[in-house]
C-alpha cells in the first residue's frame, strides 16, 4: 500500500512541512554569517517547484493515470499559486514576526510554473515515461 501511494504521501508531507516553514518562526536559530542575495526568493522558487511535481505526481497517481497531462498540470499550477497566495494572508493575519510579501508570491508563481514546465517535458513524446500507466 505505501508503494503505491508514495507520490501522494511525500506531497502531503511536503505541504505539510512548507506550512510549518512558513507559519512559524524559526528567528531564534543562528543560521550563521552567510548572506547570500535573494535567498529567500530562491528558497520560495524551489519549495513550489517541487510542490508543482509533487502535485502532478500525486494526481497521475490517485487518478492511475488517467486524468490528461494537461489537467492535471493545470490543477497542480492553480493550487500551487492559490496555496502559496494563501500562506502569504495568513503570515500577514496569524502571525507577528512573518510578514507577507509581493516577491514571495511572484517567487511562488515562478516556481509553480517551471514545475508544471518540467513535468510536462519529462512526460513529453521523446521521454520514455509515459504519462499513462
Excluded at 547570500?36 to 519549495?47: E, L, M, N, R, V
Excluded at 508543482?52 to 490543477?75: F, P, Y
Excluded at 499550477?77 to 509581493?102: C, K, N, P, S, W
Aim: glycine share 8%; hydrophobic share 50%.
Amino acid at each position: 500500500m505505501l508503494k503505491r501511494n508514495i507520490y501522494t504521501i511525500l506531497f502531503i508531507g511536503w505541504v505539510l512541512f512548507l506550512t510549518t516553514l512558513s507559519l512559524f518562526s524559526f528567528s531564534d536559530l543562528d543560521t550563521g554569517t552567510v548572506d547570500i542575495p535573494y535567498a529567500d526568493k530562491i528558497t520560495h522558487f524551489t519549495f513550489y517547484l517541487i510542490f508543482s511535481v509533487g502535485g502532478c505526481l500525486a494526481l497521475r497517481e490517485r487518478t492511475k493515470g488517467n486524468m490528461d497531462l494537461g489537467k492535471a498540470v493545470q490543477w497542480s499550477l492553480f493550487t500551487a499559486i492559490a496555496y502559496g497566495i494563501i500562506i502569504e494572508v495568513l503570515q500577514y493575519t496569524l502571525t507577528e514576526d512573518r510578514m507577507a510579501e509581493l516577491g514571495d508570491v511572484i517567487a511562488n508563481t515562478l516556481g509553480a510554473f517551471a514545475g508544471v514546465l518540467l513535468i510536462k517535458w519529462y512526460f513529453s513524446k521523446e521521454r520514455p515515461l509515459k504519462w499513462k500507466f
